[in-house]
């Protein structure tokens, strides 16, 4: 795998550091992308039901040289489907999308307060991973709050939050109390969805290693340890995306990057907390 680290999750599983994020890829195109990933070395892959593009995923696993045994495949659970039967349905129809017999990890996709459903969402993941359909389960976009009430109620702690976090927007205070509850952080929107590809510190600072913003980027994420899903629909950038494995940025150079949070006003996406779109 190119020397892409492996990340060990609290259930004893291990995730490749470095993924392809398929959010945003056309359901068109997704086969072609995904397996051009492949091609590049990337092994996980995530996708979400609410993607729409779980078949393009599942196209490109069978048709990939790799064996699936070699592949780590993860979706989520959509927000219209926390209730348990339509979450057992949803689930059983991303499975027939995807064409594989076990997924290595589903999310609930976001916790959707006003809805208030999420943790009988999460008990339904116990439950398939109990039955042994889904290696190991997780959530996204959990707040703190969302979190501690589904480890109460089930007494089972997601392996992962994915979140959004980069530079301007680095989640400083969600690391903490994640790191105390032994949940691993998964990066979506890790370039901020392009926005932070213009940063001229990050420029300089690739330069000096002969890298692009977006390489430097991936770096400092990876360098923290945080598990890193960048997505691109085109090949050689998610090449240059993987390629990211044989610099080292300086303690001071990630002290830069780490320094260009904006608050509130570099998120690029939702916010967990009144975000109740149920799709
Ligand atoms: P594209 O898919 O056309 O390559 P994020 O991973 O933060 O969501 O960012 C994805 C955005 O960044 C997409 O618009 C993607 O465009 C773009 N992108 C991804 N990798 C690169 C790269 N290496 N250079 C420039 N743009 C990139």
């Not at 992308?33 to 996708?47: E, K, Q, S």
């Not at 901020?192 to 001229?200: K, P, T």
Request: hydrophobic fraction near 40%; aromatic fraction near 6%.
């Amino acid at each position: 795998m190119a020397g892409v680290p492996q990340i060990t999750l609290n259930d004893g599983t291990s995730i490749p550091q470095l993924g392809l994020g398929v959010w945003q890829v056309d359901p068109g195109i997704t086969a072609r992308v995904v397996r051009d990933g492949i091609a590049a070395g990337y092994r996980l892959i995530d996708t979400a039901e609410g993607y729409d593009n779980e078949k393009g995923v599942g196209e490109a696993i069978r048709s990939a040289e790799v064996p699936r045994e070699d592949l780590y495949i993860a979706s989520k659970l959509r927000n219209g489907a926390h209730q348990r039967d339509l979450a057992l349905k949803a689930f059983d129809e991303t499975m027939q999308k995807l064409g594989i017999e076990q997924l290595d990890l589903f999310l609930i996709h976001w916790p959707v307060p006003g809805q208030d459903k999420y943790a009988e969402a999460w008990a339904t993941l116990v439950e398939l991973r109990q039955q042994g359909r889904v290696k190991s389960i997780g959530v996204s976009n959990f707040n703190e709050d969302h979190l501690d009430r589904i480890i109460e109620e089930t007494g089972v702690v997601p392996v992962i939050n994915q979140i959004e976090l980069h530079p301007y927007f680095p989640q400083l205070e969600q690391r903490g109390w994640l790191k105390r509850r032994n949940v691993q952080i998964e990066c979506y929107s890790p370039l901020g969805s392009g926005a932070v590809l213009e940063d001229e510190a990050i420029a300089a600072i690739g330069k000096a290693h002969g890298k692009s913003v977006a390489q430097t980027i991936l770096r400092w994420h990876l360098q923290q340890g945080l598990i890193v899903i960048p997505k691109s629909t085109h090949a050689d950038r998610m090449k240059a995306n993987f390629d990211v494995v044989d610099f080292e940025l300086s303690d001071d150079e990630m002290a830069t990057l780490s320094g260009l949070g904006k608050g509130e006003d570099g998120r690029t996406g939702s916010n967990p907390a009144t975000n109740n779109d149920t799709f």
